[in-house]
C-alpha cells in the first residue's frame, strides 16, 4: 500500500523591489534627486513586468518615503503585458537611527511590506532586488539551481583594505520560511562597529547555513545590475566592471569554492 504523502505546494516567487524615491539626507547617496530616481522606478518596474521568467512572476513594490505612487500603479495597471499580480505599498519608516546607514531602513521595508503583503500567501520565495536596478541574468542563474533554493546569495571575499568577507543585498533569494527564520527581525544586530553595513548583516546571518540542502553562498553564474548606481550616481558597466565580472563569471565556472 502507497503511502499518503502531503503534497509540497509548487515553488512560485515573489520579486519584491525595494524603493526610497526621496532619500533620507543621511543616506549620502549621489542620485538623490526624487525624480530621476522615479524614472528609475518606472524603468525597473516596466522591464520586470515584462520579464518572462517565474522568478518575477508575482511583483511586490515597496516604498518607505511617503512620495506618490499613482505612476507606478498605473504603469502596473496598463503596462503589464503577462497580466502579473502586483502589488504598491506605501510602507512608512525611512529614518536611519543614529550611527547607522541605509540598511537598518531597508530590512524595515522588507519586515513590514512581507508582513502586509496579500501575495505572499500565494507564494513560497521571495527575490529581494534593488527596485532601481534590473538583472536580466536573475533566470539564468534560477534555471542554473534546477531546485528552487532555499537561499541564494553571492557571498564575497572583502579586496584590500577591507578585510573578511560580506555578501551582496542588490539581489537575492530565499525561501519565505529562510527568510522569517534568518533575516525577519535582523536590523536589530546591526551596530556601529563590525556589523555596520547591510552588506555585513546579510553574510552573518546566512554564513552558519553554509552547506545545509538548497543554502548556495555564491551564485551559479553572474547576476550583473543595469541601471545607475544610488551611492556613487554612475552608471554600472563601466569597463572596469566589465572585465571584473568576466572575471567572476569564469571562477564562478573554474573555482567555484573561491569567493572574489
Not at 530590512?107 to 500565494?122: C, F, I, N, V
Request: charged share 25%; aromatic share 10%.
Amino acid at each position: 500500500m502507497v503511502e499518503n504523502q502531503q503534497s509540497k505546494p509548487a515553488p512560485s516567487f515573489l520579486l519584491a523591489m525595494t524603493a526610497t524615491i526621496r532619500p533620507a539626507a543621511e543616506a549620502g547617496v549621489l542620485r538623490a534627486d526624487p525624480a530621476l530616481r522615479l524614472e528609475d522606478y518606472e524603468r525597473s518596474l516596466r522591464f520586470w513586468l515584462a520579464y518572462p521568467h517565474r522568478a518575477a512572476g508575482h511583483i511586490m513594490l515597496l516604498e518607505n518615503s511617503g512620495a506618490e505612487l499613482d505612476s507606478l500603479r498605473r504603469i502596473a495597471e496598463t503596462e503589464n503585458p503577462l497580466d502579473k499580480p502586483v502589488e504598491i505599498l506605501s510602507i512608512p519608516g525611512n529614518r536611519i537611527p543614529a550611527g547607522l546607514n541605509y540598511g537598518y531602513t531597508e530590512m524595515e521595508l522588507l519586515d513590514e511590506g512581507l508582513t502586509r503583503s496579500k501575495l505572499r500567501s500565494a507564494t513560497t520565495h521571495l527575490v529581494k532586488t534593488t527596485g532601481r536596478l534590473i538583472f536580466p541574468g536573475l533566470g539564468r542563474a534560477m534555471d542554473s539551481l534546477g531546485e528552487p533554493p532555499e537561499l541564494m546569495v553571492d557571498c564575497r571575499k572583502l579586496g584590500f583594505p577591507r578585510r573578511g568577507f560580506d555578501a551582496s543585498v542588490q539581489v537575492f533569494a530565499c525561501s519565505h520560511n529562510f527568510y522569517d527564520k534568518h533575516l525577519r527581525d535582523s536590523r536589530r544586530f546591526l551596530n556601529t562597529t563590525d556589523v555596520r553595513l547591510l552588506e555585513h548583516l546579510i553574510y552573518r546571518q546566512v554564513i552558519g547555513c553554509k552547506g545545509q540542502p538548497g543554502v548556495h553562498l555564491r551564485f551559479p553564474c553572474n547576476i550583473d545590475p543595469e541601471g545607475y548606481s544610488g551611492f556613487k550616481g554612475r552608471r554600472y558597466g563601466t569597463p572596469w566592471q566589465r572585465v571584473d565580472g568576466a572575471v567572476r563569471g569564469v571562477l564562478r565556472i573554474v573555482a567555484p569554492w573561491y569567493w572574489y
